[in-house]
């Protein structure tokens, strides 16, 4: 059975930074892209970023460029996001996902979601 | 800055078909967009139904399709079920390696 648990998330002050953490079991991770997709407290989907199944490729979205850094450690099946310079617009739910299948970006399998509170 | 676009809201009766779309605030959708469609119920995470405009997810019933239609991508749900009444957001490449989800369209069924 697939499964992605995050961690890390957590209130945290402006300008500060975090480390979100997902670990995956029940499939091969080192196969697959993975992805980060947060979503704010009423608010839609937004994706975030995705990494290719080596490490080597990585995409970012505008709104995160220059602070957020997505990386991965296949030898210990974890997925990180790297948070810094942090707003209060970065408050939100934030999502692993996995490549719906081996080669595609498109998250197929999620997390339950890791809640980061960015406030005075 | 490209802008996906949804319907807000719709509504449909049980046992009815509704058809949602997907479009881009400047250009039209096709399937070098790969579009995908997500279903999510308040608290929880996203359930993806479709991906690559319609290959459906696995465990997803065929009453979810997914197509083109025109220049946007489209999630049709034929025989509306109660449970079907979610939030649904579609997701579009829009080219170098980023994707960008739309703004969402909540279904109800009554």
């Known amino acids: 059975e697939v499964q992605l648990v995050e961690s890390g998330g957590g209130l945290v002050q402006p300008g500060g930074s975090l480390r979100l953490s997902c670990v995956a079991s029940?499939?091969?991770?080192?196969?697959?892209?993975m992805q980060w997709v947060r979503q704010a407290p009423g608010k839609g989907l937004v994706w975030v970023s995705r990494i290719s199944p080596d490490g080597s490729g990585t995409t970012h979205a505008d709104s995160v460029k220059g602070r957020f850094t997505i990386s991965r450690d296949n030898a210990k099946n974890t997925l990180f996001l790297q948070m810094s310079s942090l707003g209060v617009e970065d408050t939100a739910v934030y999502y692993c996902?996995?490549?719906?299948?081996?080669?595609?970006?498109?998250?197929?399998?999620w997390g339950q979601g890791i809640l980061v509170t960015v406030s005075p | 800055q490209t802008v996906v676009t949804q319907e807000p809201s719709f509504s449909v009766s049980p046992g009815g078909t509704v058809t949602l779309t997907c479009g881009l605030s400047?250009?039209?959708?096709?399937?070098?967009?790969?579009p995908s469609w997500f279903q999510q119920t308040p608290g929880q995470a996203p359930r993806t139904l479709i991906y690559?405009?319609?290959t459906r997810s696995s465990g997803v019933p065929d009453r979810f399709s997914g197509s083109i239609l025109g220049n946007k991508a489209a999630l049709t749900i034929t025989g509306a079920q109660a449970t079907d009444e979610s939030d649904y957001y579609c997701?579009?490449?829009?080219?170098?390696?980023?994707?960008?989800f739309g703004g969402g369209t909540k279904l109800t069924v009554l």
């Open positions: 996902g996995r490549g719906i299948v081996v080669g595609s970006a498109v998250p197929g399998y």
């Open positions: 029940g499939f091969s991770f080192s196969s697959y892209w």
């Open positions: 400047s250009g039209s959708v096709s399937t070098t967009c790969y």
């Open positions: 997701m579009l490449h829009v080219g170098s390696g980023i994707w960008v």
């Open positions: 690559n405009t319609n």
